[in-house]
């Protein structure tokens, strides 16, 4: 039982030193963090109004691409800016609902509300994904207390 509570601390030990690592560097994360949810935005919104012909195709599902697609936006749009979770989230689901309206613009795409129902999970779970990584490494960077 010691061996398991040695364990423990030092794997706990090694996600601080990690986690501390990481906040020294927090600015630079976050920026990177903000860049890559711009560039993935712009990949969603070529993707969902560009020809099928052209639209990239990662799976054979796609529902699955449109939840990964915008729980990717919007989890690297939160992880950059934490506090302002509920803004993103509500800006990631008008992004979905806007993109939808504009397919029925052109004449060989269609928008439904089944497909926006899919970006507004993936948009959650991103969400959540990015505030619980997020406060776990918060809480692994505090200096661990000895009583």
Do not use: Y
């Not at 010691?2 to 601390?9: C, F, I, L, S």
Request: proline content about 3%; charged content about 20%.
């Amino acid at each position: 039982m010691n061996q398991a509570v040695g364990r423990e601390t030092w794997l706990g030990r090694c996600l601080g030193r990690i986690a501390r690592a990481l906040d020294r560097h927090a600015e630079a994360l976050r920026v990177a963090a903000a860049l890559l949810g711009l560039v993935l935005a712009a990949i969603v919104v070529f993707s969902t109004l560009s020809p099928l012909a052209l639209r990239p195709m990662l799976t054979s599902d796609a529902d699955v691409e449109r939840f990964l697609a915008f729980a990717g936006v919007a989890g690297c749009f939160v992880f950059a800016a934490p506090k302002r979770w509920l803004l993103i989230l509500g800006l990631a689901v008008v992004l979905g609902a806007g993109l939808e309206a504009a397919q029925n613009l052109r004449p060989d795409r269609h928008g439904l509300w089944h497909d926006l129902d899919w970006k507004a999970a993936g948009a959650c779970f991103g969400t959540a994904l990015a505030l619980a990584s997020h406060a776990l490494l918060r809480r692994l960077a505090r200096p661990e207390r000895r009583d």
